[in-house]
T-cell receptor
Framework: DGGITQSPKYLFRKEGQNVTLSCEQN?????MYWYRQDPGQGLRLIYY???????QKGDIAEGYSVSREKKESFPLTVTSAQKNPTAFYLCASSSGGGSSTDTQYFGPGTRLTVL | GQQVMQIPQYQHVQEGEDFTTYCNSS?????IQWYKQRPGGHPVFLIQ?????EVKKQKRLTFQFGEAKKNSSLHITATQTTDVGTYFC????????????FGKGTKLSVKP
């Protein structure tokens, strides 16, 4: 069953703790993305990676870090430096290759609540 | 950075009424994509428009790309309760794929 998986669906953490969100895809896609969604807001790009071992900052990268050691995996760490981490986090992937006609496929999301 | 404006933010309709959401950019777009997010779900790709003046239809949904490639619209004819959700446009300006810019979305509710 191909697709993108994110785990866990709901995550609770205490303020000041780092937390890592998982994103795995078996679509053989080169490109992967992390977005943050807040109520009434669109999707804001945190980080993206077009190829293994390479990634770029998006519009709101401060307080976040990522790694791309494997093609299938793109974990996102929400650090204690992120001032307002409570949000819905969406991972996406696309076939990549720099094509302007690339479309993105989204995972089910992780809802992070920092207490 | 680049921004794409999407209006309205919310739309409440009676089942059977039509619905339209609009996206506008101050600069020319390479292409525009539309996504739908059901309540509690994740965005799902609907369609992509690339050519100036392009019109595409999917059953009751009609998508348009402006002649100047600066605006786009999604029109739903005779809404149904299954149309409920938030509709996002996502604009691509060129360069790396990381430049896909999402509008804030239009949240559609349909009263049966």
């Amino acid at each position: 069953d191909g697709g993108i998986t994110q785990s866990p669906k709901y995550l609770f953490r205490k303020e000041g703790q780092n937390v890592t969100l998982s994103c795995e895809q078996n679509l053989n896609h080169d490109a992967m993305y992390w977005y943050r969604q807040d109520p009434g807001q669109g999707l804001r790009l945190i980080y993206y990676s077009q190829i293994v071992n390479d990634f770029q900052k998006g519009d709101i990268a401060e307080g976040y870090s990522v790694s791309r050691e494997k093609k299938e995996s793109f974990p996102l760490t929400v650090t204690s430096a992120q001032k307002n981490p409570t949000a819905f986090y969406l991972c996406a992937s696309s076939s990549g290759g720099g094509s302007s006609t690339d479309t993105q496929y989204f995972g089910p999301g992780t809802r992070l609540t920092v207490l | 950075g680049q921004q794409v404006m999407q209006i309205p933010q919310y739309q409440h309709v009676q089942e059977g009424e039509d619905f339209t959401t609009y996206c506008n950019s101050s600069t020319t777009l390479s292409n525009i994509q539309w996504y739908k997010q059901r309540p509690g779900g994740h965005p799902v790709f609907l369609i992509q428009l690339v050519k100036s003046g392009e019109v595409k239809k999917q059953k009751r949904l009609t998508f348009q790309f402006g002649e100047a490639k600066k605006n786009s619209s999604l029109h739903i004819t005779a809404t149904q309760t299954t149309d409920v959700g938030t509709y996002f446009c996502a604009a691509y300006y060129g360069g790396s794929q990381g430049n896909l810019i999402f509008g804030k979305g239009t949240k559609l509710s349909v009263k049966p």
